[in-house]
Structure formats: C-alpha cells, structure tokens
C-alpha cells in the first residue's frame, strides 16, 4: 500500500509535465481523453504513459538534433568541418552508446514492473465500500450488461456509481472484442468460454464513450456503448426504475435473439434478468452466437 | 465440377472491384501483346522467367514487389478517402468491402511489397558482396520467387472472383472460423500465405547456407559488410519462426475444411493459443524485415560519408542480439489479453531491451556520419530521413511495451500509427534506398537525382502528415479498423491524414517519373565502371550490370572493405591489380522448374480455395512430376569458355585504367 502511494505521488510529480502536455494539445483543439481520466485506474495508465514519454524524449529528442546537425555539418560541401574518416572505433563511445539506452530501459523496466503489477486488471481497487458487479457480454454487434446483484441488464447503455469500485466479469457471446471506456482505463479481451477480469471506478460523475477496439465482423464500428458515471443514490434510482419499467425478462430465450447478428437502434433495458445466465453463456451451456448463416439480412437489429 | 465455384462470385454488382479487375485485366492483356507483337517472349522467358541467375532473381522480386505497393497503396487511398468521408455517414465502402480493404492492404503491403522487396535486394547483392557466383541452391531460388508471385496472384485474384478475407492481416479465430466468415476470403488468405510461405522458407534455408558457406577467399564472418550479416539473421529468423506461421495457419485450415477445433469456440478450441502461436511467428517477422533494412542503411551511410562503418562489431553484436531478442517477445502484441501482472511485467521488459541494440545501431550510423564527409545523393536522404522518423517509432513502441500504456492505446490508432512509423520509415525507406543505391549495379546506369530527392521529399512530409496525426487519435480513443464514426474531434485529424496520402501519392508519382526519365536518359547516367558511388564492399569492384559469373576470378580478400583497400592501392600506385590467368567458369543451367511449379500451384491454390477437388489432384501431380523430372536431369551446368570471361573483364578492366587516368590528370 506503502509502495502504491509513494509511486502514486512520484507519479503525480512528473505528471504535472504530462499535464502541461496535453493542456497544450487540448488548446489546440483536440480532445485527448486517454489523457484525461475520470477514474484511478485511468489516471494511472495515464501518468506512466506520460512519465514513459518524458523519460525517453530526453534521450531521443538529443538523439534526432545531432542527427541533423552531424548530418548538416558533415555535409561534403562545408569547408569548416574536420574530417575524420579513420574515425571507426571508439571504447569511450561505444561504453557511452550501450549505456544510455541500457540505463534508460532499465528506469523503464521500473515503471514496467511497478505499473504491471499495481495495473494488473485483476487486481481489485481498495476502497471503503465493496464492489459493484457487473457482468459483460459482447455479442455481435452490441455491449450486454448484466447486473446480478439488481437482476436487471441493458444493451450498450452501462449506468455506475461514482465513486464506487466496479468489478467487472467480461466474457464474449461469439468473436473477441475488447472492451474499452477510455477515460476510466485499461482495457481487456472478451472471449467466449472465458471469464476476463477488469476493475474500474469512476471519480467524478459523466457520460463516457465506451467501445470495443477489436475487428468483429460488419458492425464493429457500431460496437459502441455509453458509460454513465451517477451519484449513487441516481444509480439506485435508475436501477429502482428499471425493475418497474417495461420490457422483457431476459431469460436464455431473449438471449438467444439478441445474440443474432445486428445493431439494435437503441440502448434496451430488461426490467429482470434470469439467474445464472452469465455462467450458462460462459460454460456455453448456451451456444456461441450462430454467425452470420442464421441471418441473412445482416445489419438489421432484433425488434424489440 | 466447379466445387464452390458459381458466376456470384463475379461481382456484378459492385462497380468498384469489377472496374478495378477489368481495367487490370486489359492492362495485362495489353502489356502481353505488346512483349509478344515485339518478339520479346524468347528473351523473356530465358533470361527472366527461367533464369536462376541471382541477379535476374533479385531484379524479379523488386519488380514484384513494385507492382503489388501500387496496389497496396491504392487501398490506403481508399481506406483514407473513407475515413475522410465516414463521418455520420456511411461514407462510400460499405463494412464488408472496407473489412475486405484493410486486410488486403496489410497483407499485401507485409508479404508482397516489404518481404519481397528486401528479398529481392539481398539476391542481388548479398553474393556480389561476398565475392562468390550465385546463392547455394541457385535452381531452388527462382521456385521461392515464383511461389512467392503465386502467392501474390492468388490475393489478386480474389478482387474479382469471390472476396478477401474481412478479417484483418491476421485471421483471428473465431472471426476467422467459418461460423463467422464462411465465405471464401479467409480461404484466400490463408492458401495464398501457406504458397508463398513455402518460396520464403526456402529463400531462408537458400540464403543462411549461402551466407555460412559461401565466401571468397579470405572473406571470414568478421570481414562480411554488414548487409550480409543482417541478411544472415533474418533468414536465420526465416528459417526459425517461418514453419510456426505454416503450421499455425495449417491448424486454421484444418478447422475450416475438415472441422477440427484447434481455435474454435467449442469443443475444446483455444482462440489464445492461435495469438500465441501467430505472434511467435510475427513479431520475429518484423525484425526479417527491418535488420536486412538496417543493413541496407549501413551500407548507405557508410558510403556516401566516406568513411567505414563506425563499430562494426558493435553493429554485429547488435543484430544478433536483436536476432534472439526478437524470440522472446511475442506476448507484448496482447498484454490485454489478462495474462497477469508477472508475465506482462516480463515480456514488457523483454521488449524494451531490444530497444537498447537498436539505440546502439543509430547511434553507430550517427558516429559514421560524425567526421565524414557526406554526399546527399538520395540514398543517403533516405538514410538520415529514417534516423529522424525512425526515432519517434521506436519511442512510441517502447510505450507500447510498458502494459499499463499498452492498456489505454492498444488497438488504437496510436499503435496503428506506431508501426506504420517503424515499418514505412524503417522497412520502406531502406529498400528505396537500396532500390536507388544498387540500381546502377542491376541496370547499368544511375537513377535520376532531381526526382529521386523530389520523391524523398513528397514520402517524407507525406509520412509525418499521414500518420503523426495517428498518435493524438489514438490518445482520443479512436480504434483502429473503423469503417464509419460519429465523433467530431477525430475528423480534422483524419482529414489531414488523408491529405498526407496525396502527398505520398506525389512521391509515388515522382518514382515512377524517375524510372521513366532515367531509363529515357541512360546513356547520360552510364555507369561505365561499376563504382558509381566510390562504395566500399565487393559488388562494386565488377562491371555494371555484372556478368552472369560475377567475378572473372574470385577476389582475394585480405582486409575489411576489401574493395576499398584495392581501389586505394591502385590509386596509390596509379595502376590495376595484374590481370588474372582467365579460366573457364560453370554455371548453372536456367530451368524452367520454378515457374511451372507455380503454374500448378496457382491453379492448386485456387482449386483449393473453391473446394475444386479433382482440379487439386491434377495440380498436385503436376507440380510433383515437375520436380522429379528436375531431379532427374543430366546437366546441371553449362562452360563459360575463358576466351569469353577474358574479353569480358578486359572491357571492365579498360574502363576502370580510363577511369583511373582521369583520377590522375587534376593532380599532375
């Protein structure tokens, strides 16, 4: 824990560097939110992407400078340059040569090694209230999110409480997709028959883009969902109205026709969720989605 | 009869490809009445097609790998144009020709541009330079090449007749299985692949024991130009990790045709396994094609700064760590894949220690240049050109390396714009330079420089239009591979990228001008001697183009930059070395085995990809039947008398005393 704030503070100091960065870039007029986090998870993935940065440029902006001016002063046609074409060992040079990027990476390997292990999706994040569970689905072409705990679900919509952690359990109902909310943090593969872990959190409340970044037939670039940051009382709410709502109960049925291939138009929401789905669709107690054969039309979602 | 083979697989519907492959075929169709109306058919076919000269063989795979970057590149328009269109709209390529567009573009632009390009220059130049008459198994060189041209029919072929593969350069199962994709493109990819995969394996087996065994006299491993050396690690890399790419893609095969689960869903397949395997073999693949490339740009830099090359066993040592290294590091390519914070922690660092061999190398070029007195012809512009971009690739891939950044940009157009940033200015770059540099050694006269700096100069501000703008995308979270997006701050961006690809196509338009004019003003660009740059290594020290036998006598090495070390003593002494006693040479006969073996395997692949069985068995026993009938013939080589290599060298000979006296004339 003693270790995981030290480097968070020493993080946070070269940081500021990264701030300016992308302070100047986001004044001229772009929007980097891989570099502009919402949560802890992503604030770490951002600051060893800076601090990474930082480290090399100095070792790699010297490096392209005497590039062009060895090149610019050597030039054949410069009367004032003394050529040394004997010049073609050096020991002085060549320890200097294999040191610098030597030592480099092994700073490198230090942020690599801390940042794996304190980064590692698995690894739960430490916080006064327990986690919130949330299980995916990438299906073909669409997010599921089933919440086992409130036993309600949503396509491409995913509603979190602020402030709190969320354990995510992500599976594939077909291809590999990944799924991704930039601005919360790492991402990570979804696979049929396997369970991937990712824990996040949000620290300020926001409507975030969510995505997959994984070719998975015709509709990926439709793969997109909103991630929405709420107060945790609003997520209590939301869920509280969802279970009164209307819809469909999501049962291995319902599945089964949502899986087909297709984009639904909207986000959907099931008031109620049949238990052990998720470990049904895993096990593949469930089949994998059928593929293209079973549809013809292709990119036209399931009614609902 | 004709297995899955019906006239829907024209696509009558959709203009585009239907164009695109009608205007192809003319175009062929035309340029083959025009060679047989010309009566150059003969000529063709004996001093090209069926040649085993390594020389021919190298020219081919340029010319090869010429073409297929043309095609590579018109889909980076259309792949650009889309992006620059797709904006809340569907822009003009739906997913399934855009999905079609992207995989064709990568697999082209890896396997028939980068892999035969480099190829192609390593046979015309690694036996020049260490002084011998041809690779080892001269006959099994010409069948790599022509499997590798089956290879690249084979992807052309499916424009017109079914469809590519929409699965990405790689085919991911269970993408790539035929729940999902059970069309014929994926069957394209990998049949095209397993063909040309065989040529490059035996280009591998071909090259490592031409380069081990070998040598001129007195040319020991540690006097070999570097070229040869990185030469020598990348097929050695060929030769390593080229059978796990067949056997991979073989498992693949065998789930989509005969219904094994090697990396399906169910019944026990493993999709993570075939990104293991697929990556043990693709991430050496990146290093077959940048070491050679490395390679090129010593030998570059070393020239045209006069000087030899600095730490060259330093660069020695570098490539063959890069050569072990490069084993080691496959995982990096999915630390997202929740392997654990141990096994990321370790291929993470693995892969950035191969970063330490390679600052080694640049820093190496940087003191070559330090001290020396450089002539910006275009290689060299080429060669400072990759040291700067070059620099910002290895930077954003070592970033990569680190798994907590790997798990924000992976998959974005961070990474996209990463390895284009390594492979255009490291892989790309180095054949354009090698193309400009050894041209005059393969044709006899220089490339003109006015456009060649002009090409230099649309590539490179091209290059950092299109894909610097790749990196702030990325960090916006744009994914790769997006056929259509709704978010307005990526736009601005991939409009300009789209400019960039104008600016390149400038430069493409400047090479093509380049060859033109040169060819129309040859006689102004002679090269008379064979030394036309004042270089340093073997292939310099024969004529241009050289004879079929390379060297009249092979050279006796007794120094590193042996050509060097001669050309300094006859200036020194103002006379030649004595003329050698001339002997007859053997070489080998032409043989038209490679080019009928690809004949079959064309028509095998293409049986194979439409489930046309009987037409399978044919091609099969044909090409097998060709290769026994080759391993039953009598004569193998044919005399070169020694009146005839005498006349030969003396013509060279007289030009270099000529050349020589002109040295002499400004100093008396």
């Known amino acids: ?304 | 009869m004709l297995g899955k083979l019906t006239w829907a697989a024209i696509p009558f519907d959709q203009p585009i490809p239907l164009v695109a492959g009608a205007a192809v075929l003319v175009v062929i169709l035309a340029v083959l009445a025009y060679i047989t109306a010309k009566g150059w058919v003969p000529y063709l076919w004996r001093e090209w097609i069926t040649s085993v000269d390594h020389k021919h063989i190298g020219v081919m795979y340029v010319f090869l790998a010429a073409i297929m970057l043309l095609r590579g590149f018109i889909d980076a328009i259309m792949m650009r144009s889309q992006q620059a269109l797709a904006y809340h709209s569907q822009g003009y390529l739906p997913p399934e020709h855009f999905n079609q567009i992207f995989s064709a573009h990568g697999t082209l632009m890896i396997f028939f541009v980068a892999m035969p390009f480099l190829i192609g220059l390593m046979n015309l130049v690694v036996p020049l330079q260490l002084g011998v008459r041809d690779v080892a198994f001269p006959t099994l060189n010409n069948v790599s090449f022509w499997l590798t041209a089956t290879g690249a029919l084979l992807v052309n072929v499916s424009l017109v007749v079914g469809e590519f593969s929409h699965t990405g350069w790689l085919p991911f199962p269970p993408l790539a299985e035929t729940t999902y994709s059970p069309g014929v493109g994926v069957d394209y990819y990998l049949w095209s692949l397993q063909i040309s995969g065989v040529g490059t394996l035996l280009t591998g087996v071909n090259f490592v024991t031409t380069i081990l065994k070998l040598h001129a006299p007195g040319m020991t491993y540690l006097r070999m130009p570097i070229f040869c050396w990185t030469a020598l690690a990348s097929n050695l890399l060929i030769v390593a990790v080229f059978p796990v790419l067949t056997a991979t893609l073989a498992m693949l095969i065998l789930d989509r045709y005969l219904g094994f689960h090697f990396f399906t869903n169910e019944a026990g397949g493993n999709q993570m396994m075939f990104m293991n395997l697929i990556w043990i073999w693709g991430h050496p693949e990146v290093y077959i094609l940048v070491l050679p490339a490395f390679g090129i740009y010593s030998e570059v830099v070393s020239t045209f700064a006069g000087k030899p090359l600095f730490g060259y066993r330093s660069m020695v040592a570098a490539t063959m760590v890069i050569c072990i290294i490069s084993l080691m590091v496959w995982l990096h390519h999915f630390f997202t894949m929740g392997a654990g914070g141990d096994v990321n922690t370790a291929f993470g660092i693995m892969t950035s220690i191969i970063a330490v061999p390679t600052g080694v190398k640049i820093y190496n070029w940087l003191f070559t240049m330090y001290g020396g007195e450089i002539r910006f012809a275009p290689p060299m512009m080429w060669s400072v050109g990759f040291i700067v971009l070059f620099a910002v690739g290895g930077l954003t891939g070592v970033l990569l390396a680190v798994p907590p950044a790997d798990f924000v940009l992976h998959n974005s157009l961070f990474l996209v714009a990463h390895f284009h940033n390594v492979i255009i200015p490291g892989v790309l770059f180095a054949a354009f330079a090698g193309y400009e540099y050894w041209f005059p050694k393969a044709f006899g006269f220089r490339l003109d420089e006015r456009f060649g700096k002009a090409a230099f100069w649309c590539w490179f501000v091209g290059f950092i239009l299109a894909w610097m703008p790749g990196y702030p995308l990325g960090l916006m979270g744009m994914p790769r591979r997006l056929q259509h997006y709704d978010v307005a701050e990526w736009r601005p961006w991939l409009l300009v990228a789209a400019f960039g690809v104008l600016v390149i196509l400038a430069g493409i338009l400047f090479q093509v001008a380049q060859l033109v004019v040169s060819i129309r003003r040859r006689e102004a660009l002679r090269d008379e001697v064979g030394d036309p740059w004042n270089g340093r290594s073997l292939e310099w020290s024969t004529a241009s183009p050289p004879p079929a036998f390379n060297f009249a006598a092979l050279p006796r090495i007794e120094s590193d930059d042996p050509y060097w070390q001669i050309k300094q003593r006859a200036i020194e002494q103002q006379v030649l070395r004595p003329e050698p006693t001339y002997k007859d040479i053997e070489m080998p006969r032409n043989s038209p085995t490679g080019f009928v073996c690809a004949f079959f395997a064309s028509f095998m692949g293409f049986a194979l990809i439409w489930h046309i069985w009987w037409l399978v068995g044919v091609t099969f026993v044909g090409a097998y039947a060709t290769f026994v009938v080759f391993a039953w013939r009598d004569r193998a080589e044919y005399h070169i008398p020694a009146e005839e290599v005498a006349r030969i060298d003396r013509a060279n000979r007289a030009a270099r005393r000529a050349a020589l006296a002109r040295l002499q004339q400004p100093a008396q």
Request: aromatic share 8%; net charge neutral; glycine share 8%.
């Open chain 1, 1 to 304: 824990m003693i270790g995981r704030l030290q480097a968070a503070l020493a993080l946070r100091r070269v940081g500021i560097a990264g701030r300016l960065l992308s302070c100047a870039l986001c004044l001229a007029g772009c929007n980097l939110i891989v570099l502009d986090p919402k949560g802890p998870i992503g604030a770490g993935n951002a600051t060893i992407l800076v601090d990474s940065v930082v480290v090399m440029l100095a070792i790699v902006a010297p490096t392209i400078v005497a590039t062009l001016a060895f090149a610019w002063w050597y030039r054949a046609s410069n009367p004032r340059a003394r050529r040394m074409t004997e010049f073609v060992y050096s020991g002085r040079v060549e320890l200097v040569t294999w040191s610098i990027p030597l030592l480099t990476i092994m700073l490198l390997g230090g942020v690599t090694w801390i940042g794996s292990h304190e980064l590692d999706p698995a690894v739960p994040i430490p916080s006064k209230y327990a986690p919130l569970d949330v299980q995916v689905v990438s299906l073909d072409w669409k997010w599921l999110f089933i919440y086992p705990e409130q036993r309600v679900a949503a396509v491409n919509r995913l509603v979190i409480p602020v402030g709190v952690p969320v354990r995510f359990t992500i599976t594939s109902g077909s291809v590999m997709n990944t799924f991704f909310i930039p601005q919360l943090g790492s991402m990570i593969y979804a696979m049929n028959g396997m369970e991937a872990k990712l824990n996040l959190m949000a620290d300020e409340p926001g409507s975030f883009l969510g995505l997959s970044t994984m070719i998975s037939g015709d509709g990926y670039p439709d793969m997109r969902f909103t991630a929405e940051a709420v107060p945790p009382d609003r997520f209590a709410a939301w869920v509280n109205e969802t279970r009164a709502g209307q819809g469909e109960t999501l049962n291995s049925q319902a599945y089964r026709d949502l899986a087909k291939q297709g984009v639904p138009p909207t986000s959907i929401v099931y008031p109620a969720v049949e238990p052990g789905l998720f470990h049904r669709i895993t096990t593949q107690a469930i089949p994998p989605g059928p593929g293209p054969e079973a549809q013809s039309s292709g990119k036209q979602g399931p009614e609902k």
